[in-house]
C-alpha cells in the first residue's frame, strides 16, 4: 500500500500498443480509477510491427489484436474507438472530442506518428503503410503482378520490398541518402543490407530521390523513369503533437518530456513514437519509433502515477526489422557519427568515444539479449575492455 | 479446435479452445490471459510470453526452438527446464488438453 493521493480519472489518448500498455500497466500497478482509452481508428488496438511484415504474408488480421474486447470490460478500461481528440482545456483538466468533453486528472498522450508526405508532385498516388486498411490496400494490390516502387529505403519500405520480391513482383526502391536505413544502422551494416536486397532481386537506387511521381511511375533525381503499378510512401514519419502544442505544451521534435515522461504540466504525460524524452544513457533529447519505447514509455508512467515513483526512465531502447530470412537487431542507441566495429560479417558495435553505444547483429538472438543485458549494467563494458576481449560480448 | 489450460500462478485456472497452427501466445491473448504479456507479438525479440509446461506434457511439445534459449535468458522470472516462449509452441492435434503454468511476472 503507498500513501499516494488517489490519482483519480485517466484518460489515454491515442489506442496503440503504447496507450493500452499504459491503461493494462495501470491496472496491474493497482489504479482503481476510471480509465478511458481515446483511439481515432474503429475497432480494437492492433500491433503494427507485423503490418509490413507477416501480416502482408499471412493476411490474417485476427493475429493483430492486441486484447480481445472482453479484456476491457474485464479490466474496466472504457475504449472509445473511432474518436478524435479535438483539443485539450489544460485549465479546466478535460479533452474535448467533437461533442463531448472528458474530465481528466491525468492526462496520457499516445498520439504516435503519421506518415511524412514530401512535397513531390503526384505524391497522393503513392500508398502509405501504417494502418490496417493500408496494409489491407496493399496486400490486395500485390495478389496480382506488379510493377512496385518503394520510396524510401528505411525499414518500412525494405519490409515491404522484401515481401512484395518473395511474392514475385519487380521491385525498384528509391532513397536520396547514399545508403540504407541511414539513420538508424551503421555504415557497415548498411552495406550487409545493401547484399540482401541485390541478391532478392530489388534494384536499388541510392542517393537517387524521387522528384516526381505524378506519370506512370517514379521520376528520380538523376532523370531516371521507372514505370510503376504500385507505389509506396515510406519515407518516414511526423509525430503528432498538434494536440500538445495547441494545449501550450512544448514541442520539438515531439512532446517534450522530463525523465519521468511527464510535460511541463504535472498531470499531462507524453510516450511512445510522440515523445521526446531524455535518453538515459546520455541526456540528449531523443524521439524513438519502436514498440520498446511506446511499451516501456507506458510501465513507467503507471508506476509514477500511481506510487509516485521517483526513478527516471532508464530502459535500453530495442529495435528490430524483418527482411527476407534476416532478422536485424539492435539494442541500444547510437548518433549517425559513432564509430563502427564490425565482428564477424553480421554484428557491428557503435561507439561514441571509450563508450559502447549500440550493438547491431543479424540474426543472432544471443548476442542481442547479451548486449541488452550488458548496455542495462551500470556499469557498461567500454570500448577498451570489449578491445581487450576482441570485441567478444559473451566473455562478460 | 485444440483445448489448452493456462495454471497462473496465483493457482487461477482457465481452459481456452484454439485452433491448430496457432501458438499457444495467441491462444492466451485472444482469450486475455493475465499472465502472459507477449509484448513483441510473437517476433522473438521479448521473454514475456514465458511458461513453463507442464511435465506431462513436455515430451509433446518438444524441444525448445532455435534463439529460445538466447531469449529466456532474459526472462524476468526463474528459467526452468520445462521453461518456453508460448509463442514457439504451435498447437497441433497431438497437443489437445495441454496444460502449461505461468511465471510470476513476464517483465
Known amino acids: 500500500m503507498t500513501n499516494t493521493p488517489d490519482p483519480g480519472r485517466v484518460v489515454i489518448v491515442g489506442a496503440g500498443q503504447g496507450g493500452l500498455q499504459a491503461a493494462i500497466s495501470l491496472r496491474q500497478e493497482g489504479h482503481t480509477g476510471p480509465i478511458t482509452l481515446i483511439g481515432d481508428e474503429p475497432g480494437l ?4 510491427p507485423p503490418l509490413s511484415k507477416a501480416y502482408l504474408k499471412t493476411g490474417v488480421a485476427d493475429q493483430l489484436t492486441l486484447r480481445p474486447e472482453s479484456f476491457f470490460e474485464k479490466k474496466d478500461i472504457t475504449l472509445r474507438p473511432g474518436l478524435r481528440v479535438d483539443r485539450i482545456d489544460r485549465e479546466n483538466r478535460q479533452v474535448v472530442a467533437g461533442f463531448e468533453v472528458l474530465d481528466y486528472d491525468q492526462l496520457i498522450l499516445a498520439t504516435g506518428t503519421r506518415n511524412l508526405r514530401p512535397p513531390i508532385p503526384g505524391v497522393e498516388r503513392a500508398l502509405g503503410l501504417r494502418t490496417l486498411p493500408d496494409a489491407r490496400a496493399l496486400r490486395d494490390a500485390l495478389d496480382t503482378p506488379q510493377r512496385v516502387a518503394v520510396i524510401g529505403g528505411g525499414f518500412i519500405g525494405l519490409e515491404f520490398a522484401a515481401v512484395a520480391r518473395a511474392l514475385g513482383h519487380t521491385v525498384h526502391v528509391a532513397e536520396a541518402a547514399p545508403r540504407l536505413i541511414s539513420r538508424v544502422i551503421s555504415p557497415e551494416m548498411s552495406a550487409r543490407f545493401r547484399c540482401l536486397h541485390d541478391s532478392l532481386g ?28 504500385l507505389i509506396l510512401l515510406a519515407a518516414g514519419v511526423r509525430p503528432n503533437t498538434e494536440l ?33 524524452f531524455p535518453d538515459p544513457a546520455t541526456g540528449r533529447p531523443v524521439r524513438l519509433e519502436s514498440v520498446q519505447a511506446a511499451t516501456d514509455h507506458a510501465r513507467a508512467i503507471a508506476k509514477t502515477i500511481v506510487h509516485d515513483a521517483a526513478d527516471p526512465y532508464a530502459a535500453v531502447p530495442w529495435f ?9 537487431q539492435i539494442a541500444g542507441l547510437a548518433t549517425a557519427s559513432d564509430d563502427s566495429v564490425p565482428v564477424g560479417e553480421d554484428t557491428v558495435l557503435r561507439f561514441a568515444g ?27 563494458p567500454t570500448r577498451d575492455m570489449l578491445a581487450r576481449e576482441t570485441y567478444d560480448l559473451t566473455s562478460f | 479446435m485444440v483445448k489448452v489450460t493456462f495454471i497462473e500462478h496465483d ?28 509484448e513483441c507479438g510473437g517476433s522473438m525479440m521479448c521473454a514475456t510470453c514465458h511458461c513453463y509446461v507442464d511435465d506431462a506434457w513436455a515430451d509433446r511439445t ?44 513476464q517483465v
Not at chain 1, 528490430?320 to 536485424?328: I, M, T, V
Not at chain 2, 484454439?18 to 507477449?38: L, P, Q, R, T
Request: proline content about 3%.
Open chain 2, 62 to 105: 518438444g524441444p525448445r526452438k532455435e534463439g529460445e534459449d538466447d531469449m529466456l535468458e532474459s526472462a524476468a522470472s526463474e528459467v526452468k527446464e520445462t521453461s518456453r516462449l508460448s509463442c514457439q509452441i504451435k498447437l497441433t492435434a497431438d497437443l489437445d488438453g495441454l496444460v502449461v503454468h505461468l511465471p510470476e511476472e
Open chain 1, 354 to 380: 571509450n563508450r559502447l553505444t549500440a550493438v547491431e547483429c543479424i540474426n543472432n538472438a544471443k548476442i542481442h539479449m547479451k548486449a541488452r543485458r550488458l548496455l542495462a549494467q551500470p556499469d557498461v
Open chain 1, 320 to 328: 528490430w526489422s524483418d527482411q527476407a530470412d534476416w532478422k536485424l
Open chain 2, 11 to 38: 493457482g487461477t485456472e482457465t481452459t481456452v479452445e484454439a485452433a491448430e497452427g496457432d501458438s499457444v501466445m495467441s491462444a492466451a491473448i485472444a482469450n486475455g490471459i493475465d499472465g502472459i504479456v507477449a
Open chain 1, 45 to 48: 488496438p492492433y500491433q503494427r
Open chain 1, 202 to 229: 530489388t534494384v536499388l537506387h541510392l542517393g537517387n530521390g524521387v522528384s516526381d511521381v505524378s506519370g506512370g511511375g517514379l521520376v528520380l533525381s538523376d532523370g531516371t523513369e521507372l514505370a510503376a503499378d
Open chain 1, 244 to 276: 500538445a502544442e495547441a494545449a501550450g505544451l512544448m514541442v520539438d521534435n515531439g512532446i517534450v518530456v522530463d525523465t519521468r515522461l511527464r510535460t511541463e504540466d504535472p498531470h499531462i504525460y507524453a510516450l511512445g513514437d510522440c515523445a521526446v
